[in-house]
């Protein structure tokens, strides 16, 4: 039987960066807090995560 996938909250594998949006492939085990971005060298958040949807939530309210 196949996985049911709901979609929503389970898509995406990947690190960000909250800085310039570097994506990287989330590994499995590995806390993205604990990857650091190779640009910026601050540390990445989950992509969809809470934070990350705060990140963002703070930059459409500050685009102007
Ligand atoms: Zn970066
Ligand atoms: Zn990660």
């Known amino acids: 039987m196949l996985s049911r996938d709901a979609g929503g909250l389970r898509r995406g594998g990947n690190c960000i960066c909250p800085k310039c949006g570097y994506t990287a492939s989330h590994r499995r085990g590995v806390p993205c807090r604990d990857e650091r971005?190779?640009?910026c060298d601050v540390v990445m958040l989950r992509e969809g995560s809470?934070?990350?949807?705060?990140?963002?939530?703070?930059?459409?309210e500050n685009k102007d």
């Open 37 to 39: 971005c190779p640009k």
């Open 50 to 60: 809470y934070h990350y949807q705060q990140l963002e939530k703070h930059r459409s």
